[in-house]
């Protein structure tokens, strides 16, 4: 363990909380997390991990005697002057982000000159202004603000706090800007020194960015089936290009996960709300959402109508490496795949769990074989290295039919057809 260094709180112990609170604690921190969630404080201050993350665990357990758990603010406030907010900020049904778990932290805080709300949450631009105004409303102005998004991703998010591209503080240059900056140092990542307004949209900036990306590259592929180009050899020609970069250009069935979708959609009303009509992004979304649902007329195109149809699902999570399954593309094309009458068995190495109470109706089987068995035809959803490793052979032998649909385009044709399967891509030759 590192030496002792500043104290900070963490409210909100979902997936950014808990990884900035354990990282911190690595850093040399005592954290203090609050949750309102009682059961897990309760699991966590057992030393159970509530979600799925790699190393997260272990990083928890290693830390264990400078992390505390409560369900009470005030816990945190009495021992850290850095307060780091990391509750959810889902859509409404509008589209908007909804605030209300980060206006009832707001609500709570007391009026102090010591403290400072580091907002770790993806908010609106103008979020902070709004914030720091009620503060001064209600005689709490003395409370500093910073905004310092968080860019981990699931999956790899112990990596990407240590190792981060870049350490955003957007601050009206006062001490709590320079305490988080400090809090960071250790990393010797890029730092962004901002404003706040500038911070929060770098933020929105960059996920809508990336989510155009997949759905540029989708569109491609989809161009691709057409004309009879590869997208995997387009995107390497393209991706070699320094001003494009490789990153972000593997065509497949769509983004899920609980940000993208969010921040785009909370961008593109951010700019409505404001005057502005984003047209990009309303694009950005619907090839995304057709782009889930194109697996379904692919199926229909070998099978036919898919009533009474056996089709195993491999992979369930969002994305591998995680157990999230918000947003999953699994979950559209779960639902559209009941809907025609198709029989459904899925696998899912870690998310079974999660996926289990948004979809009661699959069948849930404990291995890929299982998921696979009597199959008309086989969905890898979720590129999880385990089923990116199966024995294509075996998994030929056990199905009814022969039709492999990869939808993240991971697997090797050549193998996959040398085991006497189907294999379709999405927008491979
Ligand atoms: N998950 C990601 O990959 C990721 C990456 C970057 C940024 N973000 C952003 O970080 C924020 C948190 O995301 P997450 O995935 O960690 O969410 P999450 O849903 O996993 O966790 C949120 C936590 O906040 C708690 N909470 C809600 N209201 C509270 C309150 N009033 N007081 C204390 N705790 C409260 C919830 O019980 C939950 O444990 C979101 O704004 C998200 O957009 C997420």
Known sequence: MS??????????????GLVTAAGFAELGSEVWCVDIDAEKIERLSRGEVPIFEPGLEDLLARNAERLHFSTEPKDALEQAQLLFIAVG??????GDADLTAVNDVVDELPGSDRHALIMKSTVPCGTGATIQRIFRDRGKGGMAYVSCPEFLKEGSALKD???????????????AGDAVVELYSPLKAPLVRTDVA????????????????????????????????????????????????PKFLQAGIGFGGSCFSKDVSALKLLAANSGYHFQLLNAVTEVNELQKRRVVSKLQRHLGG??????????????????????ASSLVLAARLLAEGAVVSAYDPIAEDEARKLMPQLAYRDSAFGAVQDADAIVLVTEWEELRALDWSEVSGRMRGDLLVDGRNTLDPETVRAAGLHYEGIGRR
Do not use: Q
């Open 3 to 16: 030496p002792a260094r500043e104290p900070i709180g963490v409210i909100g112990t979902g997936y950014v």
């Open 89 to 94: 900020t889902p859509p409404t049904h509008s």
């Open 161 to 175: 706090f240590m190792d981060p591209d870049r350490v955003v503080v957007g601050d009206n240059g006062d001490w």
């Open 198 to 245: 500038s911070a929060e949209m770098i933020k929105l900036a960059a996920n809508a960015f990336l989510a155009t990306k997949i759905s540029f590259i989708n569109e491609i592929a989809n161009v691709c089936e057409e004309t009879g180009a590869d997208v995997i050899e387009v995107a390497r020609g393209v991706g070699l290009d320094d001003r494009i970069g």
């Open 306 to 327: 898919l009533a009474g149809k056996r089709i195993g699902l491999l992979g369930l999570a969002f994305k591998p490496e995680t157990d999230d399954m918000r947003g």
